[in-house]
């Protein structure tokens, strides 16, 4: 069993910045994915970001490329997400995830085995 916490969601106005973190517990590290997901109101949930927690391997949605920065502090157990030159578009609730499924389902939220509560992440114009 895996248990995931988020924290650093909040309202914050266009072009302002918010890190948000996922602290996992539970069962072991060594070989896995975690990503980070979002879903807005009325729309299906979509990929944000993800890292292989080996390799560190980064991988991003074209809609936060260049804005957005995955990150992991292996010792905490701990994946954040820097996100800057935020946008309303990016207004969602925002999900981290862990995957033993490898990289190349990365993308797929079915393939996701465990998953935090979500943290709502509000952008004003």
């Known amino acids: 069993q895996v248990q995931l916490v988020e924290s650093g969601g909040g309202l914050v106005q266009a072009g302002g910045s918010l890190r948000l973190s996922c602290a996992a517990s539970?069962?072991?590290?060594?070989?896995?994915?975690m990503g980070w997901f979002r879903q807005a109101p009325g729309k299906e949930r979509e990929f944000v970001a993800a890292i292989t927690w080996s390799g560190g391997n980064t991988y991003y949605a074209d809609s936060v490329k260049g804005r957005f920065t995955i990150s992991r502090d292996n010792a905490k157990n701990t994946v954040y997400l820097q996100a800057n030159s935020l946008k309303p578009e990016d207004t969602a609730v925002y999900y981290c995830?862990?995957?033993?499924?490898?990289?190349?389902?990365?993308?797929?939220?079915?393939?996701?085995?465990?998953w935090g509560q979500g943290t709502q992440v509000t952008v004003s114009s």
């Open positions: 539970g069962r072991t590290f060594s070989s896995y994915v």
């Open positions: 995830a862990v995957s033993y499924s490898g990289s190349y389902y990365l993308r797929d939220d079915r393939r996701y085995d465990y």
